[in-house]
């Protein structure tokens, strides 16, 4: 098992509590350390299975510093980092990480979504995501009208959310309504693992 398998296996049950799930973990060199980030989002295992269109709120900063602090506290007390210093970062996937799980396309819903499949890619207002497949709102052009775009999630390759400076309210997909993207911006809280409070834009220290 890799180092970034046993961190995922180490911080799961620990961040569970919190309601969230870990979506990635990587580990690469960074000078004399090892940077060590850490990709969490909310867990969505208890939503109804009918649920398919309720959008999913974006993880606060609130959260992230919580979850920051759980997984700082976690990998000090285990042993699964050894004795070699590292840094931690800890964030919110951001805007341009690509969709692949069903459960990464489900926390989407009502975002503007890039979809590439097996028969080409649309761009759209994901409305639902089901078990099987998923549901876009392709807005009008000035050449086609709006239409409805029903996708099997087998045949889906990557989903990639779209930066957006106005978006639609929930009953106007078409987008009219001018809104803040509160997905624009990933959240970050950088730690040094040694201590568990240094920033990321602090001078690098002995520790």
């Given at each position: 098992?890799?180092?970034?398998?046993?961190?995922?296996?180490?911080?799961?049950?620990?961040?569970?509590?919190?309601?969230?799930?870990?979506?990635?973990?990587?580990?690469?060199?960074?000078?004399?350390?090892?940077?060590?980030?850490?990709?969490?989002?909310?867990?969505?295992?208890?939503?109804?299975?009918?649920?398919?269109?309720?959008?999913?709120?974006?993880?606060?900063?609130?959260?992230?510093?919580?979850?920051?602090?759980?997984?700082?506290?976690?990998?000090?007390?285990?042993?699964?980092?050894?004795?070699?210093?590292?840094?931690?970062?800890?964030?919110?996937?951001?805007?341009?990480?690509?969709?692949?799980?069903?459960?990464?396309?489900?926390?989407?819903?009502?975002?503007?979504?890039?979809?590439?499949?097996?028969?080409?890619?649309?761009?759209?207002?994901?409305?639902?995501?089901?078990?099987?497949?998923?549901?876009?709102?392709?807005?009008?052009?000035?050449?086609?009208?709006?239409?409805?775009?029903?996708?099997?999630?087998?045949?889906?390759?990557?989903?990639?959310?779209?930066?957006?400076?106005?978006?639609?309210?929930?009953?106007?997909?078409d987008g009219d309504d001018a809104h803040d993207d509160p997905h624009a911006d990933a959240h970050e809280d950088t730690r040094d693992?040694?201590?568990?409070?240094?920033?990321?834009?602090?001078?690098?220290?002995?520790?």
């Amino acid at each position: 098992m890799s180092t970034a398998q046993e961190i995922r296996a180490t911080l799961e049950p620990v961040l569970a509590p919190l309601g969230l799930v870990v979506e990635d973990v990587s580990v690469s060199p960074a000078g004399k350390r090892r940077l060590v980030r850490v990709l969490v989002d909310s867990d969505i295992s208890g939503l109804d299975v009918a649920d398919t269109t309720s959008p999913v709120p974006p993880l606060s900063l609130d959260a992230v510093a919580d979850a920051t602090r759980a997984v700082s506290d976690e990998l000090d007390a285990s042993d699964v980092m050894g004795q070699s210093p590292y840094v931690l970062e800890v964030s919110s996937p951001g805007v341009g990480r690509p969709l692949a799980s069903r459960d990464q396309l489900r926390r989407q819903v009502g975002r503007l979504v890039e979809i590439v499949h097996q028969s080409g890619t649309d761009t759209g207002r994901l409305t639902e995501v089901g078990s099987d497949t998923l549901e876009l709102h392709v807005a009008a052009t000035k050449k086609t009208p709006a239409r409805h775009v029903t996708l099997d999630l087998d045949g889906v390759q990557r989903g990639t959310v779209q930066v957006e400076f106005k978006r639609a309210d929930a009953g106007d997909p078409d987008g009219d309504d001018a809104h803040d993207d509160p997905h624009a911006d990933a959240h970050e809280d950088t730690r040094d693992g040694t201590d568990g409070l240094e920033q990321a834009a602090a001078p690098e220290g002995d520790h």
